[in-house]
């Protein structure tokens, strides 16, 4: 069995804009399509209407020619 290295990455990046600002885009997984380049579609699953305690949701992918459904 081979052991895979571990491998840490720290990334920062500096936004001008508020946290409650930040936070609406990125909690509001039906605008994933506008940040990602592979999850082209999110949408809230069940009785879910936004982000809140226990809201899941599925993220539809693609890259080149596969596709693929994240369901959480």
Not at 23 to 52: N, Q
């Amino acid at each position: 069995m081979s052991k895979h290295p571990t491998i840490q990455l720290t990334v920062e990046r500096t936004i001008a804009a508020s946290p409650e600002a930040l936070y609406d885009v990125v909690a509001d997984v039906t605008r994933i399509g506008e940040l990602s380049p592979e999850c082209i579609k999110g949408e809230w699953v069940g009785k879910a209407e936004g982000p809140e305690v226990g809201a899941r949701f599925k993220g539809t992918n693609e890259l080149g020619t596969t596709s693929w459904a994240t369901n959480t």
